[in-house]
């Protein structure tokens, strides 16, 4: 994949998740009043969650897979903010335990990561992200990590084929090698730690 191309694809995912937000939004408002007439309280329920749920993943995936300009900041409460919504649904909970804004290529490169330890983590566990300098570090634990190895070789090798669930781990080795980096990655039983 060349630059100009993922580029796009960047431009085509922030396109995507920008025009979902307000109507999803939109349907929250509607539950919302919907809610205050007090019917159908358990079904209204199971909608505002699904409904949480979508906002929450639709946010992730904008700083995932949305364009990042090394000089555009995220903001450590919105990232707090992205992550904590996404733990309420997820199997996995994740701790960013960077302190202050980062710039939003950096987060995008740590959110990619993320969802690389998710796969790794599908009966649960915790994902840690923190920085030391300008090194990056994402370590996911659990009771039972599994790891396709083919994928997490596919980390050091920019340009492998995937399936659209696998595209984090194309589009990390990708993004890091346009920062000049490569990932260092160290597998045990029960953890996964990926660094950059």
Same mark, same amino acid.
């Given at each position: 994949?060349?630059?100009?191309?993922?580029?796009?694809?960047?431009?085509?995912?922030?396109?995507?998740?920008?025009?979902?937000?307000?109507?999803?939004?939109?349907?929250?408002?509607?539950?919302?009043?919907?809610?205050?007439?007090?019917?159908?309280?358990?079904?209204?329920?199971?909608?505002?969650?699904?409904?949480?749920?979508?906002?929450?993943?639709?946010?992730?995936?904008?700083?995932?897979?949305? +364009?990042? !300009?090394?000089?555009?900041? $995220?903001?450590?409460?919105? *990232?707090?903010?992205? &992550? =904590?919504?996404? /733990?309420?649904?997820?199997?996995?909970?994740?701790?960013?335990?960077?302190?202050?804004?980062?710039?939003?290529?950096?987060?995008?490169?740590?959110?990619?990561?993320?969802?690389?330890?998710?796969?790794?983590?599908?009966?649960?566990?915790?994902?840690?992200?923190?920085?030391?300098?300008?090194?990056?570090?994402? +370590?996911? !634990?659990?009771?039972?990590? $599994?790891?396709?190895?083919? *994928?997490?070789?596919? &980390? =050091?090798?920019? /340009?492998?084929?995937?399936?659209?669930?696998?595209?984090?781990?194309?589009?990390?080795?990708?993004?890091?090698?346009?920062?000049?980096?490569?990932?260092?990655?160290?597998?045990?039983?029960?953890?996964?730690?990926?660094?950059?």
């Amino acid at each position: 994949m060349s630059k100009h191309t993922a580029q796009l694809a960047a431009l085509v995912g922030s396109r995507i998740c920008h025009d979902l937000v307000s109507p999803v939004g939109a349907i929250g408002n509607g539950l919302e009043l919907m809610g205050m007439g007090g019917q159908g309280e358990a079904e209204l329920a199971l909608v505002s969650e699904s409904l949480a749920n979508a906002q929450a993943r639709i946010r992730f995936f904008r700083v995932a897979f949305g +364009a990042a !300009s090394a000089d555009q900041p $995220m903001a450590e409460t919105e *990232l707090r903010g992205i &992550l =904590g919504d996404l /733990g309420k649904s997820a199997r996995q909970q994740v701790e960013w335990a960077v302190t202050g804004d980062v710039a939003r290529s950096d987060a995008r490169l740590a959110f990619l990561a993320i969802m690389c330890q998710e796969s790794a983590l599908p009966f649960g566990g915790r994902i840690t992200v923190t920085r030391d300098g300008d090194t990056w570090q994402v +370590a996911g !634990s659990g009771p039972k990590v $599994m790891i396709d190895e083919n *994928l997490w070789e596919a &980390l =050091g090798r920019p /340009g492998i084929e995937v399936a659209p669930s696998e595209v984090q781990f194309a589009l990390l080795p990708l993004l890091l090698d346009e920062h000049g980096k490569r990932p260092r990655i160290r597998i045990d039983t029960d953890h996964v730690i990926i660094r950059f």
